[in-house]
Every structure is written in C-alpha cells, then in structure tokens.
Nanobody, 117 residues
Framework: QVQLVESGGGVVQAGGSLRLSCVAS????????MRWYRQAPEKEREFVAQ???????YYTDSVKGRFTISRDDAKNTVYLQMNSLKPEDTAVYYC???????????WGQGTQVTVSS
C-alpha cells in the first residue's frame, strides 16, 4: 500500500524558513513527477512546485526565487525548501506524486505551515 507522509510544517515569522519533507513508501517513484500543492483557508488547492524524474523543476510565480523543490530517489523523498516566507504562504501543504506511465496519482495527508506577520 502506497503512503505519503509529509513533515516539517510549523509556525514561523515572516522572513523565516521551513523545509518540508514527503516520504513515500509502498513502491519506488524514481520515474514519477513529484509536486507540492497548498490550500489556504477558504481557498482552492493550488499548485506550488514540481520536479520530474530528470530533475527539471517548475514553480508557480508567487514562490519563484523563494522556494526550491528537490528529490532524493534513494530515500523516496521529495523536499520543499521555503525561504523568505510571507503570511500569504500560510496553508496546508500537500505532497503529490504522479507515476510516469500509468498516471496514477497519490496524495499525502498535508502539513500545516503558518507564517506570522
């Protein structure tokens, strides 16, 4: 059974940093696209960043230059380094993995990030 477990969320002051981790278990994901999404209160879930199997990355405009996504396939883990955090980054952050060939999608349970002003 596949399971994604996020960690690293918390409360931080504006301008601070956090590093989120998402550990996958149940199968390997070395040829999958790994993404982070977030959902703020009373808003729809939105895409944040992705990294594919070759290491190519893509970010939503609001986090470019501040967030960095990376992966360690040996650990079946995807990371999100978040710097220069802003109050508007406050949300529940979700890990998402989509397999390359079957397009099967998996989600984690989310981790809360709160940025105080």
């Amino acid at each position: 059974q596949v399971q994604l477990v996020e960690s690293g969320g918390g409360v931080v002051q504006a301008g601070g940093s956090l590093r989120l981790s998402c550990v996958a278990s149940g199968r390997t994901f070395s040829t999958s696209v790994m993404r982070w999404y977030r959902q703020a209160p009373e808003k729809e879930r939105e895409f944040v960043a992705q990294i594919n199997w070759s290491g190519s990355t893509y970010y939503t405009d609001s986090v470019k230059g501040r967030f960095t996504i990376s992966r360690d396939d040996a650990k079946n883990t995807v990371y999100l380094q978040m710097n220069s955090l802003k109050p508007e980054d406050t949300a529940v952050y979700y890990c998402n993995i989509v397999t390359r060939w079957t397009r099967t999608e998996y989600w984690g349970q989310g981790t809360q990030v709160t940025v105080s002003s």
